[in-house]
């Protein structure tokens, strides 16, 4: 049986990270995975140029059953520690939009990066790897798997979340924590699209591939700016996806198609300059004249000129277009989810170090336990800060 000081089960975001900050501490690291290829969510992120990071890393971005949790690991490994890298390694990259840095070439990079810090740091790599069985030690653990039987004083679990099957997402790290005794809150799937109700399907599938920005509000409160995007199996876009994590079945979510405008202001204006055009042709400049002939044709908006539009009318479209509100029928599920909702109780871990607080020499790290970013780099963030944060202490 090999004998490492640490053993990694997971080769992606998070086990990459605390696999080469261990190895640096000249701690003798195996790096395990099931799959044929290191970092496979990293190769694929960001349309194929990983969002690695993001400029504005705040707590709030993260949902988190304790909201604090995060704090430690973010502040201790932050987004200008991951950039730094990324520039010692000549990596050109750029800001797309709020804050978001992307690849400028491929995501690639990122991957071939982090294998290459493994490698300097004297990380052992062995993938195709099935674990069968973990068995707690006096000291440490001991793991039978395909390739053999390992002993470790740490185990660290970055086997990740459900989103995205076929990508090879299993449910191994809940196992392991129930064989370990640790709650696991209830997962669902996070930043994905919505599909609609059959009736609403049916109103607004010929509108696929309309995108126009809007504001999502979930019930709880929650906001995003940003664009939707009507698909034919409902709605997507980031506006979209960011709410859909704040969103429970059953609940409403509106959406204000003009985030921009006092849409009663910019009536009386239009309607002073040009009384005889049709309301139609006024409302296609601020959106998509599909979604505009689409809604009239519904009968939700009105086929008449600026001067035919009464007072109480203009309020009420302006209700309508300031509160457009929708109730899904459900989403897309972990098929096309970015991230996994729920996972390992944070409550049974150490924030500084995500070791597990009843069981010495365990950890979690990434988005196996309950946390959760925005869309937009949060979530590689929290795989860099979480994986740092057990890789410097096992
Ligand atoms: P990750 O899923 O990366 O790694 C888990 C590893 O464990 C995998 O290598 C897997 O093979 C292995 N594994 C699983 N089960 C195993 C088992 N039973 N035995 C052995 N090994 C096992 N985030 C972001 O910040 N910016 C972005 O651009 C994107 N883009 C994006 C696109 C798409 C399509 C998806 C699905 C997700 C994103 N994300 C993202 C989210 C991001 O990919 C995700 O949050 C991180 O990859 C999580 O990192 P982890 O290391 O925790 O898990």
């Keep these: 049986m090999q004998k490492f000081d640490v053993i990694i089960i997971g080769a992606g975001a998070a086990g990459m990270m ?10 003798s690291v195996l790096l395990l995975d099931n799959a044929k290829q290191l970092g496979r969510k990293i190769l694929i992120s960001g349309g194929g140029r990983c969002n690695f990071t993001n400029q504005n890393i705040e707590t709030s ?9 995060v704090k430690s690991a973010l502040a201790r490994y932050t987004q200008w520690d991951f950039i730094g890298m990324v520039e010692r390694h000549g990596i050109e990259f750029h800001e797309k939009t709020l804050g978001q840095l992307f690849c400028n070439e491929s995501a690639k990079d990122i991957v071939n990066m982090l294998t290459t810090e493994c490698d300097w740091a004297g990380v052992t790599t062995q993938l195709r790897t099935e674990i069968l069985n973990i068995d707690r030690l006096e000291k440490g653990f001991a793991l039978e798997t395909s390739e053999g039987g390992y002993q470790c004083d740490s185990l660290v679990i970055a086997t990740g979340g459900l989103s995205m099957p076929k990508l ?58 940003e664009a939707m995007l009507f698909t034919h199996r409902g709605l997507s876009g980031p506006a979209v996806l960011q709410i859909s994590s704040y969103w429970k079945p059953g609940e409403k979510i509106s959406f204000n198609l003009l ?12 309607t002073h300059e040009s009384p005889k055009l049709s309301f139609k042709n006024a409302l296609s400049r601020l959106m ?14 009105p086929d008449k000129n600026l001067n035919q539009l009464g007072k109480g009318e203009i309020q009420q479209l302006s ?14 599920g972990y098929r096309t989810a970015e991230v996994t909702l729920g ?14 607080k009843k069981v ?22 929290w795989a860099w800060s979480s994986g740092y944060a057990a890789g410097e202490v096992v």
């Design 18 to 27: 605390c696999a080469l900050t261990a190895g640096y501490r000249g701690r």
């Design 61 to 69: 971005a993260y949902l988190c059953r304790n909201s604090h949790f």
């Design 168 to 225: 090879g997402a299993t449910p191994f790290g809940y196992k392991v924590a129930e064989q370990f005794g640790l709650k696991l809150l209830p997962t669902t799937a996070g930043l994905v699209p919505f599909t609609l109700q059959p009736e609403d399907k049916e109103k607004y599938e010929e509108l696929s591939g309309i995108a126009l920005p809007v504001t999502a509000t979930a019930e709880c409160g929650k906001q995003f700016k």
């Design 259 to 270: 985030p921009e405008l006092d849409f009663v202001e910019w009536c009386k204006t239009i």
């Design 288 to 301: 998509p004249k599909r979604l505009v002939e689409r809604l009239m044709e519904l009968g939700d908006l």
């Design 319 to 332: 209700d309508y277009l300031h509160n457009w509100q929708i109730a899904p029928n459900g989403t897309e």
């Design 343 to 356: 996972g390992v109780d944070t409550d049974e871990l150490s924030s500084k170090t995500m070791e597990a």
């Design 360 to 381: 010495p020499g365990l950890y979690f790290i990434g988005e196996v336990m309950d946390v959760s970013g925005w869309l937009g780099g949060y979530n590689f963030q």
